[in-house]
């Protein structure tokens, strides 16, 4: 058998056949389908009115697999423990790619708008099968006798949720929800939603949850890697002066640990959510750093749901939550920090530290965060993926989001040039390993788009 592509020679291609007479839907679910890729593919997106021409797109890009979807068509992702082992979309693909031999893959179709058999929103295409083709073939989309047409493995068709645009009667059930600016979605009961389709439930329930909480959110635990924090841009010289963060999980006193602090190097934290900072706060002030599943209990009592929400794996609620699974996560924090012992020593110095706490929609208006970052020469800001969230990217739309991402690193680089920054762009790329300045100089000179992402970073995670 031959070499199959791997991961990173696949590309995404979006199909642009969405509804026609109701431009703003179409809009809206051509920004869906980029949105939910986005949480695990961060390459270019190819977009094209046929299947045809996003093969030739992919062909002339290089590319040796294309993943097709039309405005509509999402992919699903999870938060769940390492504990658990899953794996994401995008690695399942790569591994499904390389263990078959196909021309195409999909779910079969017998529509009139099949593409080879095989239903147009949701396909995967060999590009250089394709092109092998003669060009009749592929001209009157009827593949040769002996091309290998496959049905796509069905966990990961079972990973993707369809909105059912093309059927008139779906398409208005969930428009209803995008009315008032998108705020109709605070009126959604997935009790009273028998005309929606199964996975427009689904969506519409898992966006609802959080527009309705998300502003009242605590992350207990980081979901992304520290990876981008553990080594420092070579021209970094401790330590910091200022660290600016979101108040989540562990990750900003990662920061600290790498890129060296002393007694007084000052800790701002800042979110949207203030229970997310009254959590934080009561932390730094109450917690010993040993024990921390013990103490999370301690917070569920002092800070109960579901007056704070908080953001768990598998959307469980604290009464649903496995104290099994949180002591194997427990234990796979402390392994990043050698022990115990090591964590609790680097939580005593930490804790110290003078700290801050800020209320601020960073997507929405940067300004009250912003009137607090110095000029200084060595500071450093994580704001994860505040530019990306499930609350922001509902109520707008990509070409908003890249504006109001722009606005922030502009007036965070015109305010402390030199400032590290760790993070996600509104395409959700990672941000990492460059100055403020830096970033600003050279993000201005890509492409600037929700096709074509930037990529200015040391190292590339999810976030």
């Not at 990876?227 to 990750?251: M, N, Q, R, T």
């Not at 009464?319 to 002591?327: F, K, P, R, S």
Request: aromatic share 12%.
């Amino acid at each position: 058998m031959t070499e199959r592509p791997a991961t990173d020679s696949l590309v995404f291609g979006l199909l642009d056949d969405g509804p026609t007479g109701d431009p703003p839907l179409a809009a809206k679910l051509r920004d869906f389908t980029l949105w939910w890729s986005r949480y695990d593919y961060r390459g270019p997106v190819l977009e094209a009115r046929s299947v045809e021409a996003l093969l030739d797109a992919a062909a002339a890009g290089g590319h040796r697999t294309c993943l097709i979807q039309s405005p509509g068509n999402l992919v699903r992702e999870r938060w769940s423990p390492e504990s658990r082992g899953n794996v994401g979309f995008l690695e399942a693909l790569g591994r499904w790619v390389e263990g078959h031999e196909f021309l195409a893959a999909g779910r079969p179709s017998a529509d009139d708008d099949a593409w080879f058999g095989l239903d147009r929103r949701c396909l995967v295409v060999d590009v250089e099968r394709w092109r092998s083709l003669p060009e009749a073939a592929r001209t009157a989309g009827v593949p040769p006798a002996d091309a290998s047409i496959l049905p796509l493995d069905p966990d990961l068709l079972d990973r993707t949720i369809d909105l059912e645009p093309h059927d008139p009667a779906r398409r208005r059930a969930l428009a209803r929800f995008l009315e008032d600016g998108g705020r109709a979605i605070e009126r959604f009961d997935p009790r009273e939603a028998g005309d929606l389709g199964d996975g427009q439930r689904e969506f519409l329930e898992i966006v609802a949850r959080q527009v309705a909480h998300a502003r009242r959110g605590v992350f207990l635990w980081n979901i992304e890697s520290y990876d981008d924090v553990e080594s420092p841009p070579p021209s970094h010289e401790g330590p910091l002066h200022s660290l600016y963060s979101v108040a989540a999980g562990f990750k900003p006193y990662r920061i600290l640990k790498t890129h060296g602090f002393d007694d007084r190097t000052r800790v701002v934290f800042f979110d949207y959510s203030a229970p997310a900072l009254a959590v934080k706060r009561h932390t730094v002030e109450e917690w010993d750093g040993r024990d921390y599943p013990a103490f999370v209990r301690h917070l569920f009592e002092v800070f109960p749901s579901p007056e704070t929400y908080y953001q768990l794996w598998g959307d469980c609620t604290p009464d649903e939550l496995d104290w099994g699974e949180v002591e194997a996560v427990w234990a796979r924090e402390l392994e990043r920090w050698g022990g115990a012992d090591a964590f609790a020593e680097h939580w005593r110095a930490c804790r110290a530290l003078p700290h801050e706490f800020v209320r601020c929609d960073v997507l929405n208006d940067p300004w009250t965060l912003v009137q607090r970052v110095r000029t200084e020469r060595r500071a450093a800001i994580w704001w994860s993926n505040a530019f990306f969230t499930m609350i922001g990217n509902w109520f707008h739309d990509a070409e908003e989001r890249r504006a109001q991402f722009e606005r922030f690193a502009e007036r965070i680089a015109a305010t402390c040039h030199s400032i590290l920054l760790y993070g996600a762009d509104s395409n959700n790329v990672s941000v990492n390993g460059l100055s403020a300045g830096e970033y600003w100089v050279r993000y201005r000179q890509g492409a600037r788009s929700a096709l074509i992402p930037t990529p200015l970073h040391r190292k590339d995670i999810r976030t």
